[in-house]
């Protein structure tokens, strides 16, 4: 079902994929931006999300309440969102509609409003937002590690922003980082689905051609420096349950290691995950589930790998079951990443790694939005959406070897944050400094 | 796109097995996966408040542990292929959902029949699976949202099935013995009135062949019917509860009253109803009013469940703690509105294409399908369903929206449950 992908790339620098399916009739059109929370300074946290919503609300030619009807009125379905490295926005139509999809993105490309009033009325929207995630154990306990691991990197803060620049950023700031960052030649249109690629490609170039070209993106330059020690982070709130993880700092998605990390993860910690987005499936054979879950320490245990551009995390996190604690369950996890060390992953657990990856692609096949998805972020991360098409080619090259050695070089205990979030009403009896009372 | 694309009484092959199972094909080649569903009627609706969370814990054990195979087994063999099977309980039914590559259909089969038909439900495996039901309602117990939703079901649907968890509570699942699942699996788990649905790349023949000589030598003498749940009273004025959680950043809500079946006449005129209401475009009315013009909430938006019982209609907000009363006003006018003023045809226009155009979208990957085809089945919608589905929702008009509002909706008898940082009433 799979045809290849057309990339080209139009005088003004849109980047644009093509890739016909044409099992449904339905097309995805898609366009990525090369700026995410990865690009923002302290003070302006949260830019990149909040201008998303923003993108919602009109244009001249689109004024909001028109936007907001015409892509449902013709049944398709569209949304956005933001990532460290990226800002998406989708359409997923009956394919002979397709069109009005392209006229309303490369209209919003450059002609966004963003009324004051809208942005004032957004405020509180994005703060109903970050409040809904702050009702959530785990994004308390991810933020704090985040911020922990990445002292320098923008990395350092949550995609939805700090709630101080929530509350302070101007009308101004989301205008010039809307005008700044969203322009061809920061942009990749991506179009999968039930039409004809000589065609698509004419009707991209009439709608989009014509719009100036923009900048570049800058450079990120403040790079994470080495980290020299084991860091901890606790963090106290409402519930009974206890969250543990252990996130490890590993490259980004284009380094040799990666696709050896992948599978050390796949093998390690289950799931079929291909180092994307997505994945999931049940893990409850792995070396993970097995130590803490199978023994009834833990309710649940994963691990996690997403592609990057630059550095990020490795974690590996479980939920503490009812009656255990942090403690315990840290000290197995703490044992069993010793295991793989003394009992390295085998080829039997690779070549199940191997297998259910294949398994995983070809189901990622079956969805046109799916693909489009995986396309572009294959692209606005790596520069070359064959990252994505080529990844089981990739993975088939890792050797054991490979899998051992990123394991020595990333998974060890300096490379590390580990975070607690522990319930305000269970105080756990062993402090994990308490032996020596230095480490944190 | 030609209606005749879509699966219809020409390419669905419908064929009942002699223990009666009713098994539905649908080949599909364009990918070379298969995926597969199944349902009995073995639901929580049988359950009392005192063994809440029995059926959901049954099924859940099912792969635990089978005359052929352990837990680990079974876990190593299908993780090792990249297939996937999950079990679990609902409301009336109970049932299965498997994926693999086609090359691994054969063993994705023997897996769901081991469980479903030979499982032998081990002692460790209950404690194990008990304390992660354990851990999972005190998590529950924290989470804003599922708190103001198990209220809201307990207060819309006193004395009624619906009104209970299917997921248990911290004084059920702890006193379930494994007498008692063993009990309810003799009891419920048989091949009458099961469905099968199959979508992928593999030939109807085939597929009948081995769904037969699968399932074919299946019996339960002994298995009793699961009635449907009664008919839910609706509430009288408005009946609010707060569930106060002061350490939570924002307020969940949780407004509304009992439903229509999926099985009612007009029951599409009432979820095309609540598309105006609540879905279309940016959740529709409601988020119209609530997110785009008062900047209230992130989220604010409203359902009807449908299904084989008096499933709720339901809005949903998440807001600040200070504008939880207008953000239930806000709702309660737009409830108003709809109730009272004929909708423009220009808007049932919209929703309606909204409807008939997005159903592709939901048939393009076999999962998608096998759940469609299962559900019309289930509830006896007819294989010609999504061959007429454009035309049976242009049929609608908007006085059938408005008397649907006026039979389903009410302004002031309603089910209001709120749970974060608010007081307690």
Same mark, same amino acid.
């Given at each position: 079902?799979?045809?290849?992908?057309?990339?080209?790339?139009?005088?003004?620098?849109?980047?644009?994929?093509?890739?016909?399916?044409?099992?449904?009739?339905?097309?995805?059109?898609?366009?990525?931006?090369?700026?995410?929370?990865?690009?923002?300074?302290?003070?302006?946290?949260?830019?990149?999300?909040?201008?998303?919503?923003?993108?919602?609300?009109?244009?001249?030619?689109?004024?909001?309440?028109?936007?907001?009807?015409?892509?449902?009125?013709?049944?398709?379905?569209?949304?956005?969102?933001?990532?460290?490295?990226?800002?998406?926005?989708?359409?997923?139509?009956?394919?002979?509609?397709?069109?009005?999809?392209?006229?309303?993105?490369?209209?919003?490309?450059?002609?966004?409003?963003?009324?004051?009033?809208?942005?004032?009325?957004?405020?509180?929207?994005?703060?109903?937002?970050?409040?809904?995630?702050?009702?959530?154990?785990?994004?308390?306990?991810?933020?704090?590690?985040?911020?922990?691991?990445?002292?320098?990197?923008?990395?350092?803060?949550?995609?939805?922003?700090?709630?101080?620049?929530?509350?302070?950023?101007?009308?101004?700031?989301?205008?010039?980082?809307?005008?700044?960052?969203?322009?061809?030649?920061?942009?990749?249109?991506?179009?999968?689905?039930?039409?004809?690629?000589?065609?698509?490609?004419?009707?991209?170039?009439?709608?989009?051609?014509?719009?100036?070209?923009?900048?570049?993106?800058?450079?990120?330059?403040?790079?994470?420096?080495?980290?020299?020690?084991?860091?901890?982070?606790?963090?106290?709130?409402?519930?009974?349950?206890?969250?543990?993880?252990?996130?490890?700092?590993?490259?980004?998605?284009?380094?040799?290691?990666?696709?050896?990390?992948?599978?050390?993860?796949?093998?390690?910690?289950?799931?079929?995950?291909?180092?994307?987005?997505?994945?999931?499936?049940?893990?409850?054979?792995?070396?993970?589930?097995?130590?803490?879950?199978?023994?009834?320490?833990?309710?649940?245990?994963?691990?996690?790998?997403?592609?990057?551009?630059?550095?990020?995390?490795?974690?590996?996190?479980?939920?503490?079951?009812?009656?255990?604690?942090?403690?315990?369950?840290?000290?197995?996890?703490?044992?069993?990443?010793?295991?793989?060390?003394?009992?390295?992953?085998?080829?039997?657990?690779?070549?199940?790694?191997?297998?259910?990856?294949?398994?995983?692609?070809?189901?990622?096949?079956?969805?046109?939005?799916?693909?489009?998805?995986?396309?572009?972020?294959?692209?606005?991360?790596?520069?070359?959406?064959?990252?994505?098409?080529?990844?089981?080619?990739?993975?088939?090259?890792?050797?054991?070897?490979?899998?051992?050695?990123?394991?020595?070089?990333?998974?060890?205990?300096?490379?590390?944050?580990?975070?607690?979030?522990?319930?305000?009403?269970?105080?756990?009896?062993?402090?994990?400094?308490?032996?020596?009372?230095?480490?944190? | 796109?030609?209606?005749?694309?879509?699966?219809?009484?020409?390419?669905?092959?419908?064929?009942?097995?002699?223990?009666?199972?009713?098994?539905?094909?649908?080949?599909?080649?364009?990918?070379?996966?298969?995926?597969?569903?199944?349902?009995?009627?073995?639901?929580?609706?049988?359950?009392?408040?005192?063994?809440?969370?029995?059926?959901?814990?049954?099924?859940?054990?099912?792969?635990?542990?089978?005359?052929?195979?352990?837990? %680990?087994?079974?876990?190593? &063999?299908?993780? #090792?292929?990249? /297939?996937?099977?999950?079990? *679990?309980?609902? +409301?009336?039914?109970?049932?299965?959902?498997?994926?693999?590559?086609?090359?691994?259909?054969?063993?994705?089969?023997?897996?769901?029949?081991?469980?479903?038909?030979?499982?032998?439900?081990?002692?460790?495996?209950?404690?194990?699976?008990?304390?992660?039901?354990?851990?999972?309602?005190?998590?529950?117990?924290?989470?804003?949202?599922?708190?103001?939703?198990?209220?809201?079901?307990?207060?819309?649907?006193?004395?009624?099935?619906?009104?209970?968890?299917?997921?248990?509570?911290?004084?059920?699942?702890?006193?379930?013995?494994?007498?008692?699942?063993?009990?309810?699996?003799?009891?419920?788990?048989?091949?009458?009135?099961?469905?099968?649905?199959?979508?992928?790349?593999?030939?109807?023949?085939?597929?009948?062949?081995?769904?037969?000589?699968?399932?074919?030598?299946?019996?339960? %003498?002994?298995?009793?019917? &699961?009635?449907? #749940?009664?008919? /839910?009273?609706?509430?009288? *004025?408005?009946? +609010?509860?707060?569930?106060?959680?002061?350490?939570?950043?924002?307020?969940?809500?949780?407004?509304?009253?009992?439903?229509?079946?999926?099985?009612?006449?007009?029951?599409?005129?009432?979820?095309?109803?609540?598309?105006?209401?609540?879905?279309?475009?940016?959740?529709?009315?409601?988020?119209?009013?609530?997110?785009?013009?008062?900047?209230?909430?992130?989220?604010?938006?409203?359902?009807?469940?449908?299904?084989?019982?008096?499933?709720?209609?339901?809005?949903?907000?998440?807001?600040?703690?200070?504008?939880?009363?207008?953000?239930?006003?806000?709702?309660?006018?737009?409830?108003?509105?709809?109730?009272?003023?004929?909708?423009?045809?220009?808007?049932?226009?919209?929703?309606?294409?909204?409807?008939?155009?997005?159903?592709?979208?939901?048939?393009?990957?076999?999962?998608?399908?096998?759940?469609?085809?299962?559900?019309?089945?289930?509830?006896?919608?007819?294989?010609?369903?999504?061959?007429?589905?454009?035309?049976?929702?242009?049929?609608?008009?908007?006085?059938?929206?408005?008397?649907?509002?006026?039979?389903?909706?009410?302004?002031?008898?309603?089910?209001?449950?709120?749970?974060?940082?608010?007081?307690?009433?």
């Amino acid at each position: 079902m799979s045809s290849t992908v057309l990339k080209t790339t139009l005088a003004n620098g849109l980047t644009v994929l093509l890739k016909e399916m044409h099992h449904a009739p339905v097309t995805t059109f898609m366009v990525w931006y090369r700026v995410g929370s990865r690009n923002e300074v302290p003070g302006r946290t949260g830019v990149s999300h909040w201008v998303e919503h923003m993108m919602f609300k009109g244009t001249p030619q689109f004024p909001g309440d028109v936007m907001e009807k015409m892509i449902s009125r013709e049944g398709g379905v569209w949304n956005a969102f933001t990532w460290l490295d990226y800002t998406a926005y989708y359409e997923t139509m009956p394919s002979d509609r397709i069109d009005l999809a392209l006229r309303l993105e490369a209209d919003r490309m450059i002609n966004t409003l963003m009324e004051p009033e809208e942005v004032e009325s957004e405020r509180t929207v994005i703060l109903s937002e970050r409040a809904m995630y702050e009702n959530q154990p785990r994004f308390l306990l991810d933020e704090e590690m985040t911020a922990a691991a990445f002292r320098v990197h923008p990395y350092h803060h949550e995609v939805i922003g700090d709630t101080a620049d929530l509350q302070s950023m101007t009308r101004d700031d989301l205008y010039a980082h809307y005008r700044r960052h969203y322009s061809p030649t920061n942009a990749i249109a991506v179009v999968v689905g039930d039409f004809d690629t000589n065609s698509m490609l004419g009707q991209i170039e009439a709608l989009y051609g014509s719009i100036p070209a923009g900048e570049a993106t800058a450079p990120v330059r403040r790079s994470e420096p080495v980290q020299a020690g084991e860091r901890r982070v606790i963090v106290n709130g409402p519930g009974d349950t206890a969250y543990l993880t252990f996130a490890y700092r590993v490259p980004g998605a284009t380094h040799p290691d990666y696709p050896a990390l992948t599978l050390l993860n796949a093998a390690f910690a289950g799931g079929s995950s291909l180092g994307m987005f997505g994945g999931g499936g049940s893990n409850r054979s792995s070396r993970l589930y097995k130590a803490l879950v199978s023994t009834e320490l833990a309710a649940g245990a994963y691990g996690s790998l997403a592609p990057t551009i630059d550095p990020f995390l490795y974690t590996i996190s479980a939920v503490v079951r009812a009656g255990r604690s942090l403690s315990e369950v840290e000290t197995a996890l703490e044992a069993e990443l010793a295991r793989l060390a003394t009992e390295p992953i085998t080829a039997n657990e690779l070549a199940k790694a191997l297998k259910r990856a294949r398994a995983h692609f070809v189901m990622a096949g079956e969805s046109i939005s799916g693909q489009a998805q995986l396309i572009g972020a294959a692209e606005a991360t790596t520069g070359d959406y064959q990252w994505f098409e080529s990844v089981l080619e990739r993975l088939g090259k890792v050797t054991l070897d490979d899998i051992e050695r990123v394991r020595r070089a990333y998974l060890h205990r300096r490379n590390r944050t580990i975070g607690w979030y522990e319930p305000d009403e269970l105080e756990d009896v062993t402090a994990p400094f308490d032996d020596d009372g230095v480490e944190m | 796109m030609k209606t005749n694309r879509f699966p219809g009484q020409d390419s669905i092959h419908r064929h009942v097995l002699d223990n009666g199972i009713t098994v539905l094909v649908y080949e599909n080649w364009s990918s070379g996966t298969v995926s597969i569903e199944g349902v009995v009627r073995a639901g929580a609706v049988v359950e009392t408040r005192k063994n809440a969370g029995l059926a959901n814990f049954s099924a859940d054990l099912l792969m635990r542990g089978t005359r052929k195979r352990s837990f %680990d087994e079974i876990y190593e &063999v299908m993780e #090792s292929a990249g /297939a996937g099977v999950s079990f *679990g309980g609902s +409301r009336h039914t109970s049932g299965f959902s498997g994926h693999s590559l086609v090359e691994d259909f054969d063993l994705v089969l023997d897996i769901i029949i081991e469980a479903l038909c030979h499982p032998i439900f081990p002692e460790e495996q209950i404690e194990r699976l008990r304390g992660q039901m354990i851990t999972g309602l005190q998590m529950r117990a924290n989470n804003t949202r599922q708190m103001a939703w198990l209220t809201f079901q307990e207060t819309a649907y006193p004395d009624h099935p619906y009104g209970r968890s299917t997921s248990g509570y911290l004084d059920s699942i702890p006193d379930i013995s494994r007498d008692d699942i063993v009990d309810f699996y003799n009891r419920y788990y048989g091949p009458r009135d099961m469905i099968i649905g199959l979508v992928g790349a593999i030939s109807t023949d085939e597929v009948l062949r081995k769904l037969e000589s699968a399932f074919g030598n299946w019996r339960n %003498d002994s298995q009793q019917v &699961v009635g449907l #749940s009664p008919d /839910a009273v609706r509430p009288s *004025g408005l009946l +609010r509860r707060h569930v106060p959680m002061p350490d939570k950043h924002q307020a969940d809500i949780v407004l509304g009253l009992p439903g229509p079946r999926r099985s009612a006449d007009d029951y599409l005129d009432a979820s095309v109803m609540n598309t105006i209401l609540g879905v279309f475009g940016m959740m529709g009315r409601i988020g119209q009013n609530v997110r785009e013009e008062q900047g209230l909430a992130y989220y604010a938006s409203s359902r009807l469940e449908g299904g084989l019982g008096p499933g709720p209609w339901t809005a949903t907000a998440g807001v600040a703690p200070d504008k939880v009363d207008q953000t239930i006003e806000s709702i309660r006018h737009e409830v108003q509105r709809i109730m009272t003023e004929v909708v423009n045809p220009e808007e049932l226009a919209d929703s309606q294409a909204y409807r008939t155009g997005s159903l592709p979208l939901s048939l393009e990957t076999n999962g998608g399908l096998v759940d469609i085809i299962t559900d019309m089945e289930l509830y006896n919608l007819g294989l010609d369903y999504l061959q007429e589905y454009r035309d049976t929702i242009n049929s609608i008009t908007v006085e059938r929206i408005h008397a649907a509002a006026q039979k389903y909706l009410s302004a002031d008898d309603l089910v209001i449950t709120v749970s974060g940082p608010v007081e307690a009433l």
